[in-house]
């Protein structure tokens, strides 16, 4: 492990929250893709069959 | 064969299906990349280990800006030619916009607070990031406001355009309003010179990563959201039959 | 254009409200900041220009919803709309009768909160001067504001989201000449910019506001 000195707290929150939220908005996008893809692949084969 | 043609939602979802795995690729390698290799760089003489929140940082506030950047022009294009995608693209970029503003705030904050001995300051750029932190927050609420998606992006788009003037122009008054903290070129692409190329490289690995990143993401929001119009057509177009 | 402004005028003063609205609003957020930061005249002095700036502000905020939402819900914009006038014209003048009903008041009103809030004498004339040049902006980047959300059912709040940071750099430049005046600097260059940002502003937001009003109508 990298010693970080003084600062470790500085370095690994930013680190943190960054990661974080640079995950959560990958992972809000991925959802949300999906969600649509899935939406409207049912919707085409429920048009498809009826 | 022109650049217009990618405006076909089709043929916008066909080329961008090819291209997602390319870019996401190059955009894993230049994120983790950029952000290990900055993680390990060794302890800067004056400002310690804080050095290493630098490649979070920058990317993301240079991202901020050429989000935004990119958004005028979307919305410039939709405004002019009327072209769905490109305003779907623009809606697409704005919550990573917010995103990557945000971080850089963060992440300033935090190296601020060692460096600077304060999480905040009134300092220009600080500023200028929280007031174009509010236009996003308030482009973001007008998309999710209107329902009709034409005058939506209508709406959204001529609010992009004025906020770009006041944004800017807020910039400048910021600027007169108060002398800052923040040093104004050590840390930017422009006078990279002044930084070891120990920073340097990983830095660059780590702005294309994050601009990689964005494009991914982009694409597949906009995916998304062409999917989402799609299917918005297609009930549509039940109820009336 | 002067009939339109006339009935915009006659309207706000029958429905009411609309002069003293403001203005009162103005005197309560004078007299709630002394209690907040405390009644000592040294620690009040320093933050009066802003505080007045941003009541002045706030108080211009309240109103704005009234220049397009009442003629919306009768129609009459859509009038407007296919009037020979032009949009971008009737845009303007409506911004210009918010701009009586509410800046005017604001700008008669605000020596009087300046004592309230200990503000130095010598930068009375320019906090006048100042909100006299700055609040036409206000008004016309709130009749923007008002144009995008017009057709929302609750856009209030949406707009004051959209409108606050519009405002940024007239407040900064309003607030720093009035400081300027009170430190007893020239405040010649703030004054400059602020003007310009307000000049700019009348003559490019009917634009976009008229063009948001079309869309809105469409």
């Not at chain 2, 089709?10 to 996401?24: K, T, Y």
């Not at chain 2, 983790?32 to 800067?44: E, H, I, N, R, S």
């Amino acid at each position: 492990m990298i010693d970080l000195g003084r600062y470790a707290f500085a370095v690994l929150a930013s680190y943190g929250i960054g990661l974080a939220l640079l995950g959560g908005l990958v992972w809000h996008t991925l959802a949300a893709n999906a969600r649509a893809r899935r939406a409207l692949e049912t919707h085409e084969r429920r048009s498809d069959n009826g | 064969m022109s650049l217009w043609e990618y405006a076909n939602p089709v043929r916008f979802m066909q080329v961008s299906g090819r291209m997602l795995p390319w870019v996401a690729a190059g955009a894993v390698i230049g994120t983790v990349g950029g952000l290990g290799w900055g993680f390990l760089t060794p302890d800067d003489f004056r400002q310690g280990s804080t050095v290493k929140i630098v490649f979070l940082h920058v990317p993301a506030a240079m991202m901020a800006i050429n989000i935004w950047v990119m958004m005028l022009v979307a919305s410039l294009i939709w405004i002019i030619r009327r072209h769905h995608v490109s305003a779907l693209a623009a809606k697409a970029a704005a919550p990573i916009g917010a995103v990557m503003t945000l971080i850089a705030l963060a992440t300033g904050a935090l190296w601020g607070q060692p460096m600077w001995g304060t999480w905040w300051e009134w300092d220009p750029r600080l500023t200028s990031f929280l007031i174009l932190f509010l236009f996003y927050l308030g482009y973001i609420a007008l998309w999710s406001a209107i329902e009709d998606p034409d005058s939506a992006a209508d709406l959204t788009g001529v609010l992009c355009l004025v906020g770009s003037v006041f944004a800017l122009l807020s910039r400048y008054a910021v600027l007169f309003w108060s002398q800052g903290l923040h040093q104004g070129a050590s840390l930017s692409v422009q006078s990279g010179e002044r930084m070891s190329h120990v920073y340097r490289y990983p830095l660059y690995l780590a702005m294309i990563g994050f601009g990689l990143l964005f494009l991914t993401l982009l694409l597949i929001r906009t995916r998304t959201e062409i999917r989402k119009r799609r299917l918005a057509a297609l009930l549509a177009r039940e109820t009336r039959a | 254009m002067l009939a339109l402004l006339i009935r915009d005028l006659r309207l706000a003063v029958r429905a009411g409200g609309g002069f003293g609205l403001g203005v009162a609003f103005f005197l309560i957020l004078s007299a709630l900041v002394p209690f907040g930061v405390g009644p000592d005249r040294a620690a009040l002095a320093p933050v009066a220009p802003g505080i007045l700036w941003v009541g002045a502000l706030l108080a211009c905020l309240l109103s704005l919803d009234r220049i397009f939402a009442l003629d919306h819900e009768d129609g009459s914009l859509d009038l407007l709309a296919t009037a020979p006038l032009p949009l971008e014209g009737a845009v303007a003048v409506k911004a210009l009768a918010h701009w009586i009903t509410t800046g005017l008041p604001l700008i008669l009103a605000a020596p009087l909160f300046g004592v309230l809030l200990q503000l130095p004498p010598a930068a009375m004339p320019w906090l006048i001067v100042s909100l006299l040049v700055g609040t036409p902006a206000l008004s016309m980047l709130g009749a923007f504001g008002a144009a995008l959300t017009v057709g929302l059912r609750r856009g209030g709040l949406l707009m004051s989201l959209l409108v606050l940071p519009l405002y940024i750099p007239t407040l900064i430049f309003g607030a720093e000449v009035t400081r300027r005046g009170a430190e007893g600097l020239g405040a010649a260059t703030p004054l400059v910019f602020l003007a310009g940002i307000t000049l700019g502003a009348l003559a490019l937001i009917p634009f976009a506001a008229s063009a948001a009003l079309r869309v809105n109508l469409r």
